[in-house]
C-alpha cells in the first residue's frame, strides 16, 4: 500500500513538471520567433544605469548586424554597422570599437538569431504582464547578462537590462516602437562628428 500510494504521487507529480518545462520552452521559442522577425525598428528609449543616471534618445535597429543609439543630453551615440560597434564619448572626443561578436550585442544582431547553442535561456519568470528572460553566454554565464523584457498585450520588446561581469546595470527601455519602417543606411556608418570622416558598409 505504501508504495502504491508513493507511485501514485509520483505519476501526480509528473505532468505539472513537464506541464512546467513545455511553458518554458513556448516562451522562449515565442520570444526568439518574435527577435527572428524583427528586422527594421525605431523607437525612442530611456537608459537607466544601477549608479543613477538617466538619459533619453532614438534607438534605431536593422537587422541582421546594425544598430544606433542616439542621446538628447549629450553628443554620445553607439553605431553598429554590421561588422564593428562604435562608442563615440564625446566628453573625451574619442571613439572605442570592438567585433560586434565579442559583444552582448552579437546575439541580437546576428542573422541565424537564437537562444540556444552559445547562447543560453537562464531564466523564465512572469511579473505582472510581462515576460522576462534571463539569456547568458553557454560558455561563460559570469561573463555577464542580458535580460529581455516583453509585454505579453501586444507582445514585443519592451525593454533590457544588461548587467555586467561588475554587476553594474544597464537598462533600455523603448517606447513609441515602430517596425518594418524604412531606414536610411547612413544611420547605421560611424562618421567622426569632429572631422566628418567615416565608413559606411551597405
Not at 528586422?39 to 525612442?44: N, Q, S
Not at 559570469?142 to 514585443?156: D, M, Q, W
Amino acid at each position: 500500500m505504501r508504495f502504491l500510494l508513493i507511485l501514485t504521487l509520483c505519476l501526480l507529480a509528473l505532468p505539472a513538471g513537464v506541464q512546467a518545462a513545455q511553458i518554458y520552452n513556448e516562451k522562449v521559442a515565442k520570444a526568439e520567433a518574435y527577435l527572428k522577425n524583427l528586422t527594421t525598428a525605431k523607437a525612442d528609449f530611456i537608459q537607466r544605469s544601477s549608479m543613477g543616471g538617466m538619459l533619453s534618445g532614438q534607438f534605431y535597429l536593422d537587422r541582421p548586424g546594425k544598430l544606433r543609439f542616439e542621446y538628447n543630453e549629450v553628443e554620445d551615440f553607439i553605431v553598429a554597422d554590421g561588422f564593428f560597434i562604435y562608442f563615440y564619448d564625446s566628453e573625451l572626443g574619442e571613439q572605442t570599437n570592438a567585433p560586434i561578436g565579442q559583444t552582448l550585442a552579437d546575439f541580437l544582431l546576428r542573422e541565424d538569431l537564437t537562444l540556444r547553442g552559445d547562447m543560453s535561456v537562464r531564466e523564465v519568470f512572469q511579473r505582472g504582464g510581462f515576460t522576462h528572460l534571463v539569456v547568458v553566454q553557454t560558455a561563460d554565464p559570469e561573463a555577464g547578462s542580458v535580460e529581455l523584457i516583453f509585454s505579453n498585450i501586444p507582445y514585443r520588446l519592451y525593454k533590457w537590462r544588461v548587467t555586467d561581469p561588475q554587476g553594474e546595470v544597464t537598462e533600455i527601455e523603448l517606447k513609441n516602437m515602430q517596425t518594418d519602417v524604412a531606414l536610411r543606411g547612413s544611420l547605421f556608418g560611424y562618421i567622426d562628428p569632429k572631422h566628418g570622416k567615416g565608413h559606411i558598409n551597405e
